[in-house]
T-cell receptor
């Protein structure tokens, strides 16, 4: 059974650019969450989608957005990149919005120059 | 009130020793407390989890101790091995009350076990 797949694994952007990250959840999982991981800050919750609808949203500016498709795959977009957006972006899926166990992907490492 | 405070930030333990990581929370609505383990280049993976109706849960060398009155929980790694060297995150979720099962993570503890 394939795990959570995130692409790309690594990317470098410059300030002001935008980036789109992709996440394919485990087959049968309908909930996808996104987290930003930085040293010292741990895992900061960005948003969660279930059945193409955003269910929860963290405290991030509007430059961070996401969406979920009918096949449960999800994308997140960051516009007008800032140096502080450099981080590991993790996607996690779970079977339903009420399931406890999160399964994480390996993440997309974003570096903003 | 939504924070989960984790300590220490880093920990060095000799092989065979006991590693202890602590977490504290404020929100009494939290009803699920997992620990995640993350190796370099990998995403976090569920290690062990506990609900507040029990005070301890053990899985192999890993034990969660839970103190509901103090609103604290801890991870104990017995007979620590170099392969346990990783970053550990505690978390809390309040699914039963809110229905959203939103996770709040601690800031992580980087554990290094010396051979």
């Amino acid at each position: 059974k394939a795990g959570v797949t995130q692409t790309p694994r690594y990317l470098i952007k410059t300030r002001g650019q935008q980036v789109t990250l992709s996440c394919s959840p485990i087959s049968g999982h309908r909930s996808v969450s996104w987290y930003q991981q930085t040293p010292g800050q741990g895992l900061q919750f960005l948003f969660e989608y279930f059945s193409e609808t955003q269910r929860n949203k963290g405290n991030f500016p509007g430059r961070f957005s996401g969406r979920q498709f009918s096949n449960s795959r999800s994308e997140m977009n960051v516009s007008t990149l800032e140096l502080g957006d450099s981080a590991l972006y993790l996607c996690a899926s779970r079977r339903s919005a009420g399931a406890n166990v999160l399964t994480f992907g390996a993440g997309s490492r974003l570096t903003v120059l | 009130q939504q924070q989960v405070k984790q300590s220490p930030q880093s920990l060095i333990v000799q092989k065979g020793g006991i590693s202890i990581i602590n977490c504290a929370y404020e929100n009494t609505a939290f009803d699920y407390f997992p620990w995640y383990q993350q190796f370099p280049g990998k995403g976090p993976a569920l290690l062990i989890a506990i609900r507040p109706d029990v005070s301890e849960k053990k899985e192999g060398r890993f034990t969660i101790s839970f103190n509901k009155s103090a609103k604290q929980f801890s991870l104990h790694i017995m007979d620590s091995q170099p392969g346990d060297s990783a970053t550990y995150f505690c978390a809390a979720s309040d699914g039963t009350t809110s229905g959203t099962y939103k996770y709040i993570f601690g800031t992580g503890t980087r554990l290094k076990v010396l051979a």
